[in-house]
T-cell receptor, first 114, second 108 residues
């Protein structure tokens, strides 16, 4: 079963709010990813966790803060976002952070910042 | 130059047609390649991994030409349900590099 789950499905938040996005997988994958996708554009990588350690931060602003509490869970904490941060936020996982392994995406959280 | 380039389309084809998508990549160090399909407002779903020898899965055939740094996806006997955006993806070192996607619309 190649399932990655994400909550919430939709989120509307004001620029002063703090919220969190959650991602979970039970495939035993050891690499997890956050992507941001704007309309009609491909996904853009934000963060990679490998074996629960932050492996890649693609120069993402500090108002986005990732956390990997354990090998199955990945969170993205949001604070003081801007309207231009409105997008689809996708979580993905793979067996390892290695070119041999495919990434499987969750359904995403559609975020609107007002 | 983008690392992975695709024709954005749209490709409008009738049901039953054969359609081919092409993709080029610029980083010769890229080792693995994939095709994902993405429906409107949904997540990308893995369609196929692409192997050097080429591979086929039902109506879908993927080919890789490392010398020309070129990847293709052939869809035979197109169905209405094939309408989607097809993303060509290369794996460089430690992350995926996405093309901008090719939009396919299959009409009755």
């Amino acid at each position: 079963d190649t399932e990655v789950t994400q909550t919430p499905k939709h989120l509307v938040m004001g620029m002063t709010n703090k919220k969190s996005l959650k991602c979970e997988q039970h495939m035993g994958h050891r690499a997890m990813y956050w992507y941001k996708q704007k309309a009609k554009k491909p996904p853009e990588l934000m963060f990679v966790y490998s074996y629960e350690k932050l492996s890649i931060n693609e120069s993402v602003p500090s108002r986005f803060s990732p956390e990997c509490p354990n090998s199955s869970l990945l969170n993205l904490h949001l604070h003081a976002l801007q309207p231009e941060d409105s997008a689809l936020y996708l979580c993905a996982s793979s067996q390892a952070q290695d070119r041999r392994y495919e990434q499987y995406f969750g359904p995403g959280t559609r975020l609107t910042v007002t | 130059r983008k690392e992975v380039e695709q024709d954005p389309g749209p490709f409008n084809v009738p049901e039953g047609a054969t359609v081919a998508f092409n993709c080029t990549y610029s980083n010769s160090a890229s080792q693995s390649f994939f095709w994902y399909r993405q429906d409107c407002r949904k997540e990308p779903k893995l369609l196929m991994s692409v192997y050097s020898s080429g591979n086929e899965d039902g109506r879908f055939t993927a080919q890789l030409n490392r010398a020309s740094q070129y990847i293709s996806l052939l869809i035979r006997d197109s169905k209405l349900s094939d309408s989607a955006t097809y993303l060509c993806v290369a794996h460089n070192t430690d992350k995926l590099i996405f093309g901008t996607g090719t939009r396919l619309q299959v009409f009755p």
